[in-house]
Structure formats: C-alpha cells, structure tokens
C-alpha cells in the first residue's frame, strides 16, 4: 500500500510506491482511460486504434502506447499522458491514478547528500515564442470572429501583454509570476482551415502560474475575494465576455468584465490553483466554470471535495453546451438570426453545492 514520505524541514511530500504498483499503473488500458477522461472514442484499423474526435491521436495494439502527431508527442502508457499532456508531476499523475488508501506518515530528517541533491529535477529553460512585430491581426480576427470574444477585451489584454501574437501566427497567453517575470506560454493555433488547430503549454512553462487576469480592485463592485476557473483561456475570455453582455443588458458600464478574478487551469489539473491560493491569500470563494463533459465534471468535482472544507466552492456548468465558448457562439450566432434575445447568462447552470465551514 502507498505510504506518505514527508522530509522534515524540505516542506515537500512524496508517495513510495512498489515496483508492482507502478506497473499496474503504467498496464491501465489508455482507451478506456481517455474514455472515462475526456470523452473520447475509438474505432480500430489495421495498425492501430484512432481517436474519432483528434484523428491524429492514435493508439497501439497493446493499448498502452500512444502517440499525438499533431501535438508531436507519444509515450508508452497513462502516467506518459498525464506528465506531457497534462503537464502533471510524476507524483501527481501516480496519486490521481491511485489515490492514497491510508494516512500513514513516515518520516526522515532531510540530508544533503550529493546523491539527493543530483536527482532533484531541473527546471527545463522556457521558451517563449518570438513576437511578431506590431501585428496580430491573425490572432485578433480568430478570437473575434471565430471564437467570438469581445473586441475591447481582446485589445486590453493585448495592450496588457497577457495575449500576443507570435511569428507562426499562433494566440500565446502569458502568465506571469510575483515579480512580473514570464513564467507560462500558452499557445492556440489560429489558423481555422487546418485539420486540428496546435495547441499546447511551450517547453519549460509553469503551469503554477498560468494565464489569469486579476480583476479590478479600484472598482467597488470587484469581486476581489472570488476567483472563477477554467480549463483553457479561451473558455476565460468567453466568460468575460459574457459578463460584458450581461452587464449591458442590464444597463451596466462597459468595463464590468473587469470585475472578476479569472484563472486557466490548462486542464483539469488544481496544479494553477495551488499556487493562485497561495499568492492570492485574500480569495475565499472558488468558483468552477470547467467544461460539461466528464472530465470538466470530475474536475469539479475533485476541486470541492478538495478545497470545500477551507473555501466557499460552487459550480457553474455550461448548459446544453460543452464549454463557455460554445455558449457565447451559439448566443451571438443567435442574435444574427432572431430579432428577439435571450438572457444569456440563462444558458449555465448554478449548482452550489459547497461552502466552507
């Protein structure tokens, strides 16, 4: 049975598993797997089983070994996936497949061996994608036009240096750390006649501090104490646009998207949370604004159960739609065909399940 190792004085934990333990892990079936996780299905050829939904994601005979080609990365097993896809630690790709079964703690004073000191991993360099010069219009027409995002937004958060656009002409959303320092990349591929658009965290980004836009504190009506999640930034800029049109519906000013504290997982992972509760002691509510498929659910679901003892957890699922994007699509799409609208902010569903005790 997995046991807790804590080192005393090192503030970090690890779990032991045995050889045997790993190896169930490493022999979980990945298309039962991504099923169960992202809703995704397979139809067997020849050679292998392909993703009907990602067609360039394949996997192979022994159902363990997978590759994504578009995304240029493989592995041979579940926790291969959870670490390059998901941008999991070993640790936490082995405690999400196995979660511990026993509080046992077992300690040992820290050492400062050279043995313990070289198997500390390295942060890999980052790589941040070169701007292009004085341009984005690639990336301000796909966010505008094909993602729907409100002009305004996507220019202030252009001009704030948190979305930029590079010199393959992918969106790059920026998190920064404490001293202003570029710590994550996020990019998105803009070019919608492509089979399956890139999109991915770049090399040596910390998911720790990924892409969030803080809300404005000088306005009275902030929400300076609550902070809303999302799995992607695209998922983030719809919801503030869609707070933008619920504003103006109700006659409010033009800058009350600004209200909110916004935060990207790039997952489903509480990785980016962690951190954001730590640099940001002030939050006491947490609301989920994650995806409707399983895997959105069961994040959500993870993060109440996790943090609903110290914060005032609530869910908010997109309704008849998968994501936050998908609302805002179908919601302006609507409005180009029916003189009569909807209340948009009708199209999520509030499940407020959790306060903190």
Known sequence: MPKRISYIGSGKEFVHYTNDELENLRSIDMIDFLGRKEGFSFKQTSSYFKCVEHDSLVIYPNRRTWAWNSHDVKGKNVLDWLQRVDGLSFQEACMML???????????????????????????????????????????????????????????????KLIYQDTHNNACFVGYDENNNIRCVTQRGTNTYADKAYKGNTTGSMIEYSFNVPCNKSDPKAEINRVYLFEAPIDLLSHATIAKIVGSQKGDTDNCWKRQNRLALLGVSDVALQSYLTRNPNISEIVCCLDSDAAGREGAKNIMQKYGDRYKVSIHTPKNSKDYNEVLCKYIQQQKTVTQSDNIDNDVTYNRTSARR
């Open 98 to 160: 196995s979660p511990l079964e026993t509080e046992t703690v077992t300690r040992f004073k820290k050492t400062t061996s050279a043995l313990t000191t070289s198997k500390e991993p390295s942060q890999k360099q980052l790589y941040i994608p070169e701007k292009t010069n004085g341009n984005y219009k690639n990336v301000y027409m796909y966010l505008t036009l094909t993602r729907c995002i409100d002009a305004d937004i996507v220019s202030t958060l252009f001009h704030d």
